[in-house]
Structure formats: structure tokens, C-alpha cells
């Protein structure tokens, strides 16, 4: 019996001796860096009126508008998303946009008694949902089914393009243009 408590007497001074041991390590450490968030940078890129691009571009522009535009006031939003589009035609547009907004803010401002300083720029701009329709409206194909359907028949696997790569982007224009599996599939058996 008294090698029992002998031997427990151990175990719980061996226990303490390890968790001494445990704290002295822990106090040795070097205090853990505060954890940073990271900053994630979508950069949608430029829209030159690629129809084939839309889609990506668009997608990848609402992501940025969320991230990098939260609170923002509908001016700088407009005049954000306005300065993505490039090309004769998306430039264009968007210098068009640009100018009714800016003339429309100068009407308001001659028209409206305001206190000094005060301009009306919110009422001149197009709130988010007005600008994304907007965008929509004007850029997606009159008919992006049909347009697909186009894409997909004259789709070929280039040279030195990854069968990964042709896949997914067939599989992209079979989604867009709403086929049935079996129409697709004949295509792919062309193709391939």
C-alpha cells in the first residue's frame, strides 16, 4: 500500500513538473503576430464590348464593386464602374453616361436653391441597380442563346490549347445557350 501511494505521490509530482515545464515553454514563445486580414484584390480588367467576355468581366466587376466600393455614394460607383469600359464602343458609352450625369448635376445645381457648397449629385446619378441594368442592357447580346449556339458551332480546340481549357469553355457556351444534352454532345463528337 504505501508503494501504491509512493508510486501516486510520482505520477502527480511528475504531473506538475510537466505542466510547469509546459508553462515555462508558453512563456518562452514569442507572442503570436496578429492575424491580418488579407486584402483581396479583384481586378476585373478593362470591358472593350467583347460579347464572349461579358459575362466574365461582369461578373468579376460586381465582386470588385462589393469589395472595394462598400458605403460609397452612387457617384463614385458610376464614375468607377464608367472608367472599366474602354473600346469604341464601351468607351463611348460610358463617356456618354459620363457627360448626361455630369449635365444633369449642372441643371439640378442652377435649378435648386441649395446652401453654399451644396450640390445635388446623388439625384444625377444612377443608383447601383439603375447602373447594373443599364449595363446589362446595353451590352449583353440581343440574344445570348442564340449567339452560343453560334459560338459552339464553329468552336474548334486550337493548336496548343489545353483539352481542360476547350472543355470548359464548351461547356460555358452549352450553359449559355440553354441546348439539350443531346445537341452538345453531337457537337463535342464533331469536334473532337
Known amino acids: 500500500m504505501a508503494d501504491l501511494q509512493n508510486l501516486l505521490a510520482q505520477l502527480v ?3 506538475l513538473d510537466l505542466q510547469a515545464h509546459i508553462v515555462a515553454l508558453v512563456a518562452a514563445q ?4 496578429p492575424l491580418s486580414r488579407k486584402k483581396v484584390d479583384v481586378d476585373p480588367g478593362s470591358f472593350d464590348s467583347s460579347p464572349a467576355k461579358f459575362h466574365e468581366w461582369w461578373s468579376k466587376l460586381k465582386v470588385w ?4 466600393m462598400e458605403g460609397a455614394n452612387n457617384v463614385t460607383v458610376a464614375a468607377a464602374v464608367f472608367s472599366w469600359l474602354t473600346g469604341p464602343k464601351a468607351g463611348q458609352w460610358a463617356q456618354v453616361c459620363l457627360n448626361q450625369c455630369m449635365a444633369a448635376t449642372a441643371a439640378l445645381t ?4 441649395l446652401a453654399p457648397g451644396a450640390v445635388p449629385l446623388l439625384l444625377a446619378w444612377p ?4 447602373l447594373e441594368q443599364e449595363i446589362e ?3 449583353l447580346p440581343g440574344n445570348n442563346q442564340e449567339w452560343a449556339r453560334a459560338q459552339l458551332l464553329c468552336l474548334h480546340q486550337g493548336p496548343h490549347q489545353c483539352i481542360d481549357n476547350f472543355l470548359a469553355q464548351f461547356e460555358v457556351l ?3 445557350s440553354w441546348c439539350v444534352d443531346d445537341y452538345p454532345r ?3 463528337k464533331r469536334v473532337l
Open 13 to 15: 509530482q511528475g504531473q
Open 30 to 33: 514569442p507572442a503570436p503576430a
Open 65 to 68: 464593386i462589393k469589395i472595394s
Open 110 to 113: 442652377a435649378a435648386l436653391p
Open 127 to 130: 443608383t447601383r441597380a439603375e
Open 137 to 139: 442592357n446595353f451590352f
Open 174 to 176: 452549352k450553359i449559355q
Open 186 to 188: 453531337d457537337l463535342l
